[in-house]
């Protein structure tokens, strides 16, 4: 008997011990995916043919004693903007409903080429931008811990299907905070790596300039299995680092001693006024660290505003330039939480664009001077537990400023990490945050923070 | 912005929104107002770059 809940680490080291066959714990995934994906919406196309055909494959690769490591034989889905040969990518929207790619996108094949078992193909918010919606092909993805609440967005699916066990990892993408966001709502790990650490190309765009690939599981070492793989240079992506891939999973060590901290408080005291349970599970966090050998000091930059006005003027010109000829010709095909966003882009001018382009590369400057006797920040990942998924005004993006933008402005390594729960049984995250491409101690001061607090002991009760 | 400027904006842009949204429209308008005044900040002429270009040795096709 498989158990509902298990780690990519976990499998791995069943499967590669023999205990557990690839081709059984897709079944058992396919199985939880069809008692579950009615009330969760985690998915909004299941693949059972083609996953039981690639477990069949891994098995027998496995069997012969060709083993490729810890992603071979374990279940994973891909967001709806992942491209994958032969099978539609739609981004959730009526607009690409009939689109089906000819190849996979680079990082797809990357974590097939590592043994991974694609599930099918999770929600998100249309185009990684408009939701939650409910006005799409598709309904909206529900958060687990309350299928009343939102799941964050617009990973929302991968931040619903990794909670419930209805796969052990999936793909995400980050372009203000899609990664984090859902990974925070949903209490799951997710890391937005470096900017051109992981390819675009097969993605759909949300913003070029702005957008990241990258893994959402239940913790940073099922992260660090994700990232090992889809990590790598692309020359598809003009954006594509040519940097040498550490092993991010050697990095783990489970010690943070010397590690040197700095807390973001304002971002979420004053600049964007989290709860009170948010703000005493980071103050936790901040002291589980120190108790842990790292050192915690209170740093202070710039306004939240300032960081995210660049990165949402950015992120939405971008947007409205892909989709100007649809949203011409075809605007009420758009959900309306899409094309009221992308309706409001189009008032900034080609000056306002260039400016926030300017700003941005202020904002990186001024990034790197703060952490410059620093090797991490860290601060809140979003200002309270899961909203309900109904109440979520249509502009929230830009009534307050975006804890996770900064971080996509500044092109740095970010990751959510769950540090708690609310009385009600809702997840609570910080967010931590490296260098440019040094994303493995972020991985690692988040493993270490996992394995010192209880919180990934705990799953949905559903 | 006003109801007027908005019209006058998506007539503009070509786009054909729906009228019960116009006026959700008009009231959001501010955030993008405030965000294009946060950007802009004085700056010399020559404070650039931003995001320009750098293209690899072999771009050329060599």
Known sequence: MIPDFLTIAEAAKLIEKKEVSPVELTQSRLQRIEKLNGQLHAFIRVLPDEAHAAARTAESEIMAGRYKGPLHGIPIGLKDIYETAGIPTTGHSKVMQDHVPKADAFTVTKLKGAGGVVMGKLATHEFALGGPSFDLPWPPARNPWDTTRFTGGSSSGTGAAVPAGLVLGGTGSDTGGSIRGPGAYCGIAGIKPTYGLCSRAGILPLAFSLDHAGPMAWTAEDCAIMLQAMAGHDPADPASAKVAIPDFRKALTGDVKGLRIGLIRHFYTTDNEANAATHDAIDAAAKQYEAMGASVREITVSPLAEWAAPGIMIMMAEAYAIHEANLRTRFTDFGEAFRDRMALAGLWTASDYVQATRRRREMVDELDRAMASLDLVMTAAAPTEAPQIDEVPKFAIMERPSLTMPFNVTGSPAMSVCCGFTEAGLPLSFQIVGKRFDDATVLRAADAYERATPWRGRRPSL | ?62
Request: aromatic share 4%; charged share 35%.
């Open chain 2, 1 to 62: 912005m006003t109801r007027q400027e908005i019209d006058a904006a998506m007539v503009r842009l070509g786009l054909d929104v729906p009228e019960k949204e116009r006026d959700e429209l008009v009231g959001a308008s501010r955030y993008i107002e405030e965000m294009a005044r946060l950007v802009k900040k004085p700056r010399w002429v020559g404070a650039e770059p931003a995001h320009t270009p750098a293209f690899p040795p072999n771009s050329k096709g060599e």
